[in-house]
C-alpha cells in the first residue's frame, strides 16, 4: 500500500520543527515586540502617575534593545518594572488579574531578553 502525504502536510511539518529547533534564537527585534506587549493601558483605571513611572522603564528597556549589547540594561529595565508593577498592585493601584496578565507579559520578554546573545 502507497503512502501518499501532501505538500501542506509535509511543510507544516518542516515548519513546525524550524520553529521548535534549538537553533533559533529570539532577536533584538523580536524582544522590542514581546516588550510593547506589556502594557499599564486597558481594561483597569490606573492613575497617571502609575502609568508614567511604569511606562517610563518600558521605553528604556526598548531603547536599550535597539543599542549593541543593550540586553543586560534593557533586562535590568524590565526588573524595574517588575517591582514598580508589584508595589503597585499591594497598593491596589493595579487588581491581581491585570497584574496577573502584565506578570505573563513581563515574563515572556524577560525569557526573551535573557535569551539575547
Do not use: F, H
Not at 54 to 81: D, F, P, R, V
Not at 85 to 100: F, P, R, S, V
Not at 109 to 114: F, G, I, R, Y
Request: aromatic share 4%.
Amino acid at each position: 500500500m502507497k503512502r501518499i502525504v501532501s505538500k501542506p502536510t509535509v511543510m507544516s511539518a518542516v515548519l513546525l520543527a524550524a520553529l521548535s529547533s534549538t537553533s533559533w534564537a529570539a532577536t533584538p527585534e523580536d524582544c522590542q515586540r514581546a516588550v510593547d506587549e506589556i502594557s499599564v493601558k486597558g481594561r483597569a483605571n490606573y492613575d497617571s502617575a502609575t502609568e508614567a513611572e511604569m511606562t517610563k522603564y518600558l521605553t528604556a528597556a526598548n531603547t536599550s534593545l535597539m543599542q549593541k549589547n543593550g540586553a543586560a540594561q534593557a533586562l535590568k529595565e524590565l526588573k524595574s518594572y517588575e517591582q514598580s508593577l508589584n508595589k503597585a498592585m499591594n497598593a491596589q493601584k493595579i487588581t491581581q488579574g491585570d497584574g496577573g496578565l502584565l506578570k505573563d507579559k513581563l515574563d515572556k520578554a524577560m525569557k526573551c531578553v535573557s535569551g539575547l546573545k
